[in-house]
């Protein structure tokens, strides 16, 4: 019996592992060959070995899960402060003409030092279906031939109302409301910006769906579209009469991804008060990534005017277009491209994250319908653009960034017979900028 007894106390401090346990059960079953215990001891001690190993088994998993509760990190409620996200865009630029007056082909070269822009911008997330954000700005500060001063404008201040899965959303501000996307992968912007760019107060109603589907429709007051190609520098031209003093101007607007981040084409029509008649145009364009080169884009973006006013001392109406397209590489680039349109404060802060070293070259043509030739004036016809930007510093993580960029860009100009002798028909133009963002 003492024997016995020395077998059970031993067969118990064995460690309850199933290895161990394995080791336990054989040693058992050759005690009950040798005789030194029957089988009622052998079934006996198997019992006790199982309920140790049971109770250790328990009190290992309530060991573990009282460390994980302990170590879990405290769940902070969150603050107002973690729905706001401020970004920020400040840019320098340098810039060289081979004429200082486009109008007279014997001026000299000039060159000018400024910053471009200055843009400090606030989103907030009021709640999971309603954000708000604003965007500060001044532009072409030191800029004699832009007339840029220090005066710093509300560039862009918006409520949009959204909600998560949900396809329905209103955006009520001043915006680049949905006419044009004006991808940008240059210093300099695209002619179609130049001509196009609708920043006004409005409000939109749209709906989005599968395969990126966003359908809207935006309702504005004023003749923004029309004062700003007037005032673009692509063509000679005034206004007469005096503008509408009602809310209606619109614009209907589509776009689809059938490809995610690798196809996307966009539709849009605009329609305006005029002077006498209605000004309205169309805007078509797509967004694509080349099959097999990852870090290769094409942007390409056509405006035409569908019907115009007849502008001060002219018999007859010019319907306009203008083309842009833009093939760009990103180098070392391994992700898709996120967004696209270059109008915005936050979707440019976020193409400078996104996109690493680039190269691009821009080909537009702004087509007068024959306006210079009719009306003894001038007009631009084509413009060649090529650029790189290198993105000097970035931290991800605190969401900085610092780049330079350089463009040089070629314009010639159509020109009426009799001021061949008078006006220069090109110009060339050299670009640098140092910008940082965050």
Known sequence: MRKVFIVFVFALMLPVSAAHAG???????????????????????????????????VQLNTEIAEAIEYNKPE???????????????????????????????????????????????????LTDWMKAGAVLNSEWIGDEVNSGDEKITVDEATITLQKEDFPLYLVLGKRTQPFGVFENHLVTDPMTQDAYETKRVGVSLGVTGPLGLDVSATLYKGEEQMDHLVDSGLLEV???????????????????????????????YLSEPGRGKRNSTVN???????????????????MKALERETFEGLGETFKEGVFSVTAAYLFNHSEGHED????????????????????????????????????????????????VRYPIYKDEERG???????????????????????????????????????
């Open 75 to 125: 769940e902070k409620e969150e603050g107002w402060t973690d729905r706001i996200n401020l970004s920020g865009l400040l840019e320098g630029e340098y810039r060289w003409r081979k004429r200082s007056d486009i109008s007279n082909r014997n001026s000299g070269s000039a060159s000018d030092l400024y910053l471009r822009r200055f843009e400090l911008g606030l989103e907030a997330q």
């Open 284 to 302: 078509v364009g797509l967004s694509a990534a080349v099959p097999g080169l990852e870090g290769l884009r094409l942007e390409g973006e056509y």
């Open 340 to 387: 696209i349109g270059g109008a915005t404060l936050f979707e440019r802060v976020t193409h400078l994250f996104e996109e690493p070293m680039e190269l691009a070259f821009r080909y537009e043509r702004f087509d007068d319908d024959d306006l210079a030739e009719k009306t003894a004036s001038w007009s631009a016809r084509n413009r060649y653009s090529l650029g």
């Open 400 to 438: 900085l960034t610092a780049f330079i960029a350089t463009e040089y860009r070629y314009t010639d100009y159509r020109l009426h017979s009799s001021l061949t002798d008078m006006r220069a028909d090109d110009n060339k133009e050299l670009y640098l900028k140092l910008g940082v963002g965050f």
């Open 238 to 268: 005034a206004r007469t009469g005096a503008p509408m003093d009602d809310v209606t101007s619109y614009i209907l607007s589509a776009s689809v991804s059938p490809l995610e981040d690798h196809l996307m084409f966009f539709l849009s």
């Open 23 to 57: 080791e336990g059960d054989a040693i058992l079953t050759i005690l009950l060959k040798k005789g030194i215990i029957n089988e009622q001891e052998y079934r006996a001690i198997k019992e006790e070995l199982k309920a140790g190993e049971e109770e250790k088994k």
